[in-house]
């Protein structure tokens, strides 16, 4: 999609408002319209090329918070390029958020003024159109602000999960009805950092990762509602991040910051099958910070992570101490690749990583894919989600955008 221009639609009812900008040499073009009524225009003069295409870019930043969204058609769409580009009304949301298995629907949490409240959002990928489902209303005291870390549909599609704090809960999209999951108060009942211990799931959503107070790791399964596996690590280093495998038949586990320690455990046995330091040839730069996004590949024959000051992802084969494989930076020797964020396709055919500038896609072992993906717009993408059958991509980082990409599935 151009950068030059940008057709956005309100798509609330009863009558859709449009609004198309575009860069004329130094000038922005600004013309709306709704149904048949008179067109609108209007126009700014600025200093350069340059200084119109960003007063473009912010004013479709500010018109998308509104409520405009960028939205076509996926039949139609060339793969790599997006159907859909919106924003929440507040702050944070395109750092948490998920996508519906089926591709038709967003959720996302936003944060009111301070974190002093949130909301969480459900988006039609089709028409853009949002309908808020949940508001978390502030407590009292700078210690009660209201910081959303994750939000994730559940198996069937009709609740979400969300970590609100050192708290799990689940919402029922049907009912509106919350219930506690797990719960802990950071440096109380538990050492988790609720900013990088955050709930998660296997491929299937059928298995649910949890952290709970006096340093438990749950894995609870979500059909019954019981727990098939209950870890006390509190005689490890601070537990830093985890994740199940996509078959949920594996939980990795990582502790520490500087040294990071990495444990991979059998999920329906309880036994620790490896536990090894991870090796980070790099120390002067990655390993500074450790591990901050875990998980394993399609095969589950490696673990895959992403750390230090954005860097990686860098794969480990499973019960191994050396390393397989790390996207390499373009341009420097002495560090990793850029990386926020990676998820692998459905299909293992694809590696999406989220940069500085936006996702791109790289084949399962991280060289450069042939499929391209158009500008997802969101800066620092901090998390990237296929649908189940990988048709589509949906992308969020720091300018405050969310962007759906349509791929071509894989067989």
Same mark, same amino acid.
């Given at each position: 999609?151009? /950068?030059?221009?940008?057709?956005?639609?309100?798509?609330?009812?009863?009558?859709?408002?449009?609004?198309?900008?575009?860069?004329?040499?130094?000038?922005?073009?600004?013309?709306?319209?709704?149904?048949?009524?008179?067109?609108?225009?209007?126009?700014?003069?600025?200093?350069?090329?340059?200084?119109?295409?960003?007063?473009?870019?912010?004013?479709?930043?500010?018109?998308?918070?509104?409520?405009?969204?960028?939205?076509?058609?996926?039949?139609?769409?060339?793969?790599?390029?997006?159907?859909?580009?919106?924003?929440?009304?507040?702050?944070?949301?395109?750092?948490?958020?998920?996508?519906?298995?089926?591709?038709?629907?967003?959720?996302?949490?936003?944060?009111?003024?301070?974190?002093?409240?949130?909301?969480?959002?459900?988006?039609?990928?089709?028409?853009?159109?949002?309908?808020?489902?949940?508001?978390?209303?502030?407590?009292?005291?700078?210690?009660?602000?209201?910081?959303?870390? &994750?939000?994730?549909?559940?198996?069937?599609?009709?609740?979400?999960?969300?970590?609100?704090?050192?708290?799990?809960?689940?919402?029922?999209?049907?009912?509106?009805?919350?219930?506690?999951?797990?719960?802990?108060?950071?440096?109380? /009942?538990?050492?988790?950092?609720?900013?990088?211990?955050?709930?998660?799931?296997?491929?299937?959503?059928?298995?649910?990762?949890?952290?709970?107070?006096?340093?438990?790791?749950?894995?609870?399964?979500?059909?019954?509602?019981?727990?098939?596996?209950?870890?006390?690590?509190?005689?490890?280093?601070?537990?830093?991040?985890?994740?199940?495998?996509?078959?949920?038949?594996?939980?990795?586990?990582?502790?520490?910051?500087?040294?990071? &320690?990495?444990?991979?455990?059998?999920?329906?046995?309880?036994?620790?099958?490896?536990?090894?330091?991870?090796?980070?040839?790099?120390?002067?730069? /990655?390993?500074?910070?450790?591990?901050?996004?875990?998980?394993?590949?399609?095969?589950?024959?490696?673990?895959?992570?992403?750390?230090?000051?954005?860097?990686?992802?860098?794969?480990?084969?499973?019960?191994?101490?050396?390393?397989?494989?790390?996207?390499?930076?373009?341009?420097?020797?002495?560090?990793?690749?850029?990386?926020?964020?990676?998820?692998?396709?459905?299909?293992?055919?694809?590696?999406?990583?989220?940069?500085?500038?936006?996702?791109?896609?790289?084949?399962? &072992?991280?060289?450069?894919?042939?499929?391209?993906?158009?500008?997802?717009?969101?800066?620092?993408?901090?998390?990237?989600?296929?649908?189940?059958?990988?048709?589509?991509?949906?992308?969020?980082?720091? /300018?405050?955008?969310?962007?759906?990409?349509?791929?071509?599935?894989?067989?």
């Amino acid at each position: 999609m151009p /950068t030059d221009e940008v057709l956005l639609t309100h798509p609330d009812p009863p009558a859709p408002r449009h609004l198309h900008l575009a860069v004329d040499g130094a000038r922005l073009l600004r013309r709306s319209w709704r149904r048949t009524a008179k067109e609108r225009h209007s126009s700014r003069d600025l200093a350069n090329p340059q200084a119109a295409r960003d007063a473009l870019a912010r004013e479709a930043a500010a018109r998308m918070r509104e409520g405009f969204v960028f939205v076509r058609d996926s039949a139609g769409t060339p793969p790599g390029e997006p159907v859909l580009r919106c924003a929440p009304p507040n702050s944070d949301g395109p750092q948490t958020f998920d996508l519906h298995p089926q591709g038709h629907t967003l959720a996302v949490a936003s944060l009111h003024r301070g974190a002093y409240g949130a909301d969480l959002h459900l988006i039609d990928v089709t028409t853009g159109r949002r309908r808020l489902v949940h508001t978390e209303t502030p407590g009292s005291g700078p210690a009660r602000q209201t910081f959303i870390h &994750t939000v994730l549909f559940d198996a069937d599609g009709t609740g979400l999960v969300y970590a609100l704090n050192g708290e799990t809960r689940h919402l029922d999209l049907t009912t509106g009805a919350t219930r506690f999951l797990a719960a802990y108060e950071q440096f109380s /009942t538990a050492r988790f950092n609720p900013f990088c211990a955050r709930p998660a799931q296997d491929a299937t959503r059928q298995r649910l990762l949890l952290f709970d107070a006096d340093d438990r790791v749950r894995v609870r399964a979500t059909s019954t509602g019981d727990d098939v596996l209950v870890l006390h690590v509190a005689d490890q280093p601070e537990c830093r991040a985890g994740a199940l495998s996509p078959s949920g038949r594996l939980l990795a586990l990582t502790y520490g910051v500087h040294d990071a &320690t990495v444990q991979l455990w059998h999920v329906d046995t309880g036994r620790l099958l490896h536990s090894t330091r991870f090796p980070f040839p790099f120390a002067s730069t /990655t390993g500074r910070t450790g591990i901050s996004h875990l998980g394993f590949d399609p095969t589950e024959r490696f673990l895959l992570a992403a750390g230090g000051f954005a860097e990686g992802p860098f794969a480990l084969p499973i019960e191994g101490d050396t390393l397989a494989w790390a996207v390499a930076d373009p341009h420097r020797t002495d560090r990793y690749g850029t990386c926020f964020s990676w998820q692998y396709s459905p299909h293992g055919d694809l590696l999406a990583i989220g940069g500085r500038l936006g996702a791109t896609l790289h084949l399962p &072992t991280g060289e450069p894919s042939p499929v391209t993906l158009a500008p997802s717009h969101t800066g620092r993408t901090h998390r990237i989600v296929f649908s189940a059958d990988g048709t589509l991509l949906a992308c969020g980082g720091d /300018t405050g955008q969310l962007s759906v990409h349509h791929l071509t599935s894989q067989p």
